[in-house]
């Protein structure tokens, strides 16, 4: 099963944009990686998803490297809202078994 | 947008009672789950639904059960609830086993 390693927690000025890495070394080829977030108190909410090719949509960017074995959300304009625990996945097994480990804790600043 | 509605928002039980906890999402999803969330552990897949009467289980369905009678619903059960079961507990729901999840807001559960 591929896993994922994040940096526990991370600050951001506000305004600035947030980079938030994630590795997945051992993600195979039709496995997608999965951003999602969890703002405290709340249920987690889908950002974005990509296979191999960098996405881009209204809540940010997701670049993935070539060789697929790392990835980083781009928050472009990080606000106070934006404060929350971002989760990176990739699916695993014969069925979407989505697996959240414990995430990056972003806090952005003022 | 789809909605994921879960039936309480806080619950307090006593240790033994048997405990249920509705979900209901109104987007037709054919696929529906119950994760446990713990500080430090993430979100646990419990069980999961891709199917009306359908169910399989997660990594950690030792105490709980689940029903899905009707393709909106999915219910998770624990039949004798403990103290180790206190959590908060998140329904989520996607249309397939591909594409992405939406969750409700959670229900924080304290067994007592």
């Known amino acids: 099963d591929a896993k994922t390693t994040q940096p526990t927690s991370m600050d951001c000025a506000e305004g600035r944009a947030a980079n938030l890495p994630c590795n997945h070394s051992?993600?195979?080829?039709?496995?997608?990686v999965y951003w999602y977030r969890q703002i405290h108190s709340q249920g987690p909410q889908y950002i974005i998803h990509?296979?191999?090719n960098n996405e881009t949509n209204e809540m940010a960017s997701l670049i993935i490297t070539e060789d697929r074995k790392s990835s980083t959300l781009i928050l472009p304009h990080a606000t106070l809202r934006d404060t929350a625990v971002y989760y990176c996945i990739v699916r695993v097994g014969s069925y979407d078994k989505v697996i959240f480990g414990p995430g990056t804790s972003l806090s952005v600043i003022p | 947008d789809v909605k994921v509605t879960q039936s309480s928002r806080y619950l307090v039980k006593r240790t033994g009672e048997k405990v249920f906890l509705e979900c209901v999402q109104d987007m037709d999803h054919e696929n529906m789950f119950w994760y446990r969330q713990d500080p430090g552990l993430g979100l646990r897949l419990i069980y999961f639904s891709y199917d009306v009467k359908m169910k399989e289980k997660g990594d950690i369905p030792e105490g709980y059960s689940v029903s899905r009678e009707k393709k909106e619903r999915f219910s998770l059960i624990l039949e004798s609830a403990s103290t180790n079961q206190t959590s908060m507990y998140l329904c989520?729901?996607?249309?397939?086993?591909?594409?992405?999840?939406?969750f409700g807001q959670g229900t924080r559960l304290t067994v007592v």
């Open positions: 989520a729901s996607s249309l397939t086993l591909n594409t992405e999840a939406f």
């Open positions: 990509g296979l191999k």
């Open positions: 051992t993600i195979s080829g039709n496995e997608y």
